[in-house]
């Protein structure tokens, strides 16, 4: 899997408001905890998603942590254009 298609994965499951939806109603319906919460906040951060997702679909860490650092960028880049 290119770096790309992780990048866009990634992105789309952190944008994509259904299921952002389904993950925050999961999220209400078990006991609140430290674990549950930091979860919730995984599922929701575009640098965790493309961390994990990578890691899960490719089983490479270097590759992963490679994604994810691209994700932070651009996550740097937007918020500086805002």
């Known amino acids: 899997m290119t770096y790309l298609a992780s990048l866009a994965l990634s992105w789309f499951l952190v944008s994509f408001e259904p299921l952002q939806m389904v993950w925050d109603n999961i999220a209400v319906r078990i006991r609140p905890n430290h674990l549950v919460n930091y979860i919730h906040a995984g599922l929701g951060c575009f640098k965790c998603m ?3 997702s990578t890691w ?3 089983g490479d860490f270097i590759q992963a942590t490679i ?3 691209i994700a ?3 996550e740097e880049c937007l918020a ?3």
């Open 50 to 52: 493309s961390f994990w």
């Open 56 to 58: 899960i679909i490719t």
């Open 67 to 69: 994604v994810s650092f």
């Open 72 to 74: 932070f960028i651009i």
């Open 80 to 82: 500086k254009i805002k």
